[in-house]
């Protein structure tokens, strides 16, 4: 299984911003996916993991209300959408796969990873 991030950048306090993951290989193998992200000098975060086939998701308590993770069945694409930003989501932002239907917040859960993608909030 690849994983494909794409959509970080840069964004004003307040603003949004959507990242999406598309998937390829063997797909058939996953049971969800997750994202998290690493700050500088800190130790990766879950924030937030869907699964399937029910597509429900489950989010850190540190971006619910203001980040919707999604899927979109027929292109094996999720996308995280990131609303009401703070400077505190500044992170590199990684698209992770477990093989578990789990909503697991723990890394280790996750087999496949994807390369990350910066998101910068300035304030």
């Known amino acids: 299984v690849q994983l494909q991030a794409s959509g970080g950048g840069l964004v004003q306090a307040g603003g949004f911003l959507k990242l999406s993951c598309a998937a390829s290989?063997?797909?058939?193998?996953?049971?969800?996916l997750g994202w998290f992200r690493q700050a500088p000098g800190k130790d990766r975060e879950f924030v937030a993991a869907?699964?399937?086939?029910?597509?429900?998701?489950y989010y850190a308590d540190s971006v619910k209300g203001r980040f919707t993770m999604s899927r979109d069945n027929a292109r094996n694409t999720v996308r995280l959408q990131m609303n009401s930003m703070k400077a505190e989501d500044t992170a590199v932002y990684y698209c992770?796969?477990?093989?578990?239907?789990?909503?697991?917040?723990?890394?280790?859960?996750?087999?496949?990873w994807g390369q990350g993608t910066l998101v910068t909030v300035s304030s």
């Open positions: 992770a796969g477990r093989t578990s239907t789990w909503n697991s917040v723990n890394p280790y859960d996750y087999r496949y």
């Open positions: 290989g063997r797909t058939a193998s996953i049971g969800g």
């Open positions: 869907i699964r399937w086939p029910d597509n429900r998701a």
